[in-house]
């Protein structure tokens, strides 16, 4: 029986060579690893974006994987560049970034200059010669790379492969360049020569039939058995490749992150300044002394930070988030780092640490080599200014956001494989490649908010490249391959609701006339909790859905830890798991609460023996089934992961053995390991629902307590939560708060706070830009409209933008009067200026209250008049229609037919298939129940229909009310009735989810 030859594949493409290469990196290793090579260098073309999930991949098989890439130079020079150590590396990193920062997105530039650059770094390299071999590159490679440096013969069983062969000796025999065998792969199977087709011809833009000769002519770019390998190349150039293997001895796992140290002052350690910072902080935190029990989880936290050496990664987020407060910037961190007691005292989160039950191995232990992740939040509209601090601090060589994989998913595969094939999306050959092609990277792009900073270069760490914004660097890794690697990300995020709150804040101080700041909200103020139980929550963050606001009345949160377990709950996590119904039967006293064992009931009993959140489960593997902090930790990433990858399995089996070894039932742990696939389904971490439950209580009780300051806030932050303007001030109306309408005289920009009522603001005047805006506020007074267009410097457009939304009234009265003056501005001009006020007064007809409203809608997407239902109630009650405000009213099965405007349709991620639709009218909303059936008989109804009625069935459960449908009508003719004279319909905007 012959014997193998040993054999390592220096040149090999992954998909992460975009449009190339037809295989996912693991896969590559995988294969190789079943054929028994020595090695496998992953080359992508001038990237190393793929190569950490072959590392991680490779290390899982104990396999060697080279690092390395390939690259074509401006000139036609094209090279495999292999990392033999640390140093090389380095160069390798630095050379791809200096190539993709000289190129826009997605693309690379580089010359043998480049190259040059990076020839002391020790890097290896492969000469790929084209079809022609050049003398010239031959002996240019042997000169820059003196015994580094190799002719690649690449065979694939072409016609002239002997030929090749003798071409590349007599090159080898001129330029002094040893031969290696190398294979070229683009993918792992020969099956995936079809997509491998399919992926050249997305790239070029065309069909595959009219791709021609940039199809390769046969499958044999995958990898190859040893026994093929060895009948096509000498046997000396098969050993070379075993030889230029075993020089590379490079690992990923040689990385080493190297915090900034401009964070510590002279004199001071990272571990005595974070520890100097922590109890400032918490002296700060506790003027009275802080309690024992903070005391001593400060005191384990910093002990744990400093035995893995993870100080300066909080110094760092402490750096950021004192940067933010200094400008008055709101944030809040989140994670179960940002809630521990250390980041309590550091002010990165204002979850107070005993109002949490965070697991500290969640984010931390021995057992992971890796630092913990914090997610900080900043004001959305304020971010910029921390993310251009960030690169003033570090510079652009050392900080860079983190990338984001944008991998294939539906649409877009059915978009790519309909083109390259020529076929329509229902055709069967699409079927297998979708299947192959699904989750494929199709590019990168930016991680929201990610930053990865570094003490040194960060391009010889990671490469980094150019994003498609402006005056932004990303780096090739995304999240989870620096989570892999142990490498730093700061996480500068965006959130719309502490905008809005930061705003609120500045209305209450301008009224008291002192600083009102989050720290002055008094904590647990019951007229709060009794608004939430009341589901009074439109525009309060994270509960104002439909689904929360049929929560809060059954649940009754009546203390913080109520609100974080209501944010956890209503999620698709809980809800599949079976987790919902039996806690709220339990907090109701219509279920008992039963623990198997008083370790159980240490985890479980704040919330009724149900396993809500990620952290419980990681506890019940730890106290019940006998896992290790970090084997806990692994099971939160399979549940993660599980429905995408799978890998749940060997932890069911390891999970329920480990339970009924020490004593719990079978059906005990089988109701914990359904509870964990739906946790797979966005299980919510305890960690960020605490800090997601400070801010609902901070805009509940601005709600509740400041209405008018409060609606003015989220006005000036939109878009942003589950309802737009019109619902808002719909809402608030019902509560009292007077509005005033946008005016040209009289409005700032933003919506204002005058005399206790709204002021809108001309932003809201729709289709007027905010730089016009400006210039109107700047110019005050104007004596007409005339004199407002000359000031101001408006254009027609801009005129009629403001006559349309009513906001000329103050300067030329009702809407057609103001068209008519915005009509007669003429230019003006240097020789002929124009005469203010000179203009005969033409008295017209003012419009009707329909048509007022109508044209509110047209222009502002709402109205400060009546609810167009109020004018229609007549035609309404003809069609035995009852208001929204009656149907509280009615018993539970009552029949009723109910309409309003559609303000919302939601079409959540369950198996039932339902739509929630919402109904607005002039009392209140009606919370319509659509099942499948409908929603397929009546299609048309329910996505077409401005005003629509819905005949069905009370259901009653407490408090919530809702209308589940058997019949819908679309009554929109009606809304004709409102124009009188007016040009167009009532434009009703639905908001819809799904």
Known sequence: MAVLPDYAELHCLSNFSFLRGASHAEELVARAAELGYAALAITDECSLAGIVRAHVAAKGKNFKLIVGAEFRFGDGLKLVLLAPDRKAYGGLAALITAGRRRAKKGAYALCRGDLEAHLQQGLLALWIPGDEPSPEQALWVRERFPQCGWLAVELHHGPNDFQKLKKAEAIARHSGLPLVAAGDVHMHLRSRRRLQDTLTAIRLGKPVRECGEALYPNGERHLRLRAQLSKIYPYDLI??????????????????????????????????????????????????????????????????????????????VHDVVKFARTRDILCQGRGSAANSAVCYCLRITEVDPENGNALFERFMSKERNE??????????????????????????????????????????????????????????????????????????????????????????????????????????????????????????????????????????????????????????????????????????????????????????????????????????????????????????????????????????????????????????????????????????????????????????????????????????????????????????????????????????????????????????????????????????????????????????????????????????????????????????????????????????????????????????????????????????????PSAVGSQDQILLEPPGEGEEIVADYQSLGFTLGRHPLALLRNDLEKLKIVKAENLSMLRHGSFVRAAGLVTCRQRPDTASGVVFVTLEDESGCVNVV???????????????????????????????????????????????????QAQGALRVRSRDFH
């Open 239 to 316: 050993e070379e490749t075993i030889k230029i293997a075993d020089r590379c001895q490079f690992s990923l796992d040689e990385l080493r992150y190297e915090y900034p140290a401009e964070l510590v002052p002279t004199g001071e350690t990272p571990a005595s300044w974070l520890r100097h910072l922590a109890l400032e902080g918490m002296a700060w935190r506790f003027p009275a002394g802080a309690p024992a029990s903070v005391r001593a989880l400060v005191e384990r936290e910093l002990a744990l930070i400093a035995d893995l050496g993870y100080e300066a990664f909080f110094l760092t």
């Open 371 to 832: 630092p913990p992740d914090i997610d900080v939040d900043f004001e959305h509209e304020r971010r910029e200014e921390v993310i251009q601090y960030i690169y003033g601090k570090y510079g652009r060589e050392r900080a860079a956001l983190a990338a984001t994989v944008i991998c294939y998913r539906d649409k877009s595969v059915l978009r790519d494989l309909c083109g390259a094939l020529a076929v329509e999306p229902e055709s069967p050959q699409l079927l297998e490649l979708a299947g192959e092609l699904s989750g494929f990277p199709r590019h990168l792009s930016q991680h929201v908010g990610g930053f990865v900073i570094s003490r040194g270069p960060l391009a010889e760490l990671v490469p980094v490249e150019n994003a498609a914004m402006p005056g932004r660097t990303v780096i090739q890794w995304d999240k989870d391959d620096l989570e892999a690697l142990g490498l730093l990300k700061v996480d500068v995020l965006a959130l719309g609701m502490l905008t809005a709150i930061r705003r609120a804040l500045c209305f209450i101080s301008e009224e008291k006339n002192k600083s009102f700041q989050l720290s002055d909200i008094p904590r647990e103020d019951p007229a709060v909790y009794a608004m939430i139980q009341q589901a009074d929550t439109v525009g309060v963050f994270q509960i104002e859905s439909r689904a929360q606001m049929s929560m809060l009345p059954r649940l009754k949160p009546a203390k913080f830890y109520d609100l974080v377990i209501e944010v956890a709950i209503v999620r698709p996590g809980p809800i599949q798991g079976g987790m919902v119904h039996p806690y709220l039967r339990r907090r109701q006293g219509l279920e008992p609460v039963n623990y198997p064992s008083r370790a159980v009931q240490a985890v479980l009993e704040r919330t009724l023996g149900i396993p809500i959140f990620q952290e419980q489960v990681m506890q019940l593997a730890i106290v019940a089934a006998g896992f290790s902090p970090g084997e806990a930790d692994q099971l939160r990433r399979a549940m993660a992961a599980w429905k995408k990858k799978g890998g749940l399995e060997p932890f069911e089996e390891k999970l329920k053995r480990g339970m009924q070894g020490n004593g719990y039932t079978p059906g005990f742990a089988d109701s914990i390991y359904r509870q964990i696939l739906g946790f797979g389904d966005y299980g919510f971490p305890e960690s960020h629902s605490a800090s997601f439950a400070l801010l609902v209580y901070f805009s509940a009780w601005l709600k509740c307590h400041h209405p008018a300051a409060f609606l003015a806030a989220i006005l000036n932050s939109q878009p942003m939560g589950f309802y737009g303007p019109s619902q808002l001030i719909q809402d608030a109306r019902r509560h009292g708060v007077e509005l005033r309408p946008a005016d040209a005289a009289l409005s700032p920009w933003d919506c204002s706070i005058e005399d206790g009522a709204v002021r809108l603001g001309l932003r809201m005047v729709g289709g007027l830009a905010r730089a016009a805006g400006t210039r109107i506020v700047a110019s005050r007074p104007h004596a007409s409209v005339e004199d407002l267009a000359h000031r101001a410097g408006l254009n027609r457009k801009d005129l009629n933008c403001l006559a349309a939304a009513g906001a000329l009234h103050s300067l030329a009265g009702h809407r057609r009067s103001a068209h008519w003056a915005a009509s007669g501005v003429e230019k003006k001009s240097a020789f002929l």
């Open 930 to 980: 659509v099942w499948r059936d409908l929603l397929e008989r009546q299609r048309r109804e329910l996505l077409g229909a401005r005003l629509l009625a819905a005949e069905g069935v009370i259901q009653r459960e407490g408090l919530v009310v809702h209308l589940l449908a058997r019949r819908l009508e679309d009554h929109s003719r009606l809304l004709g009735q409102l124009r009188g």
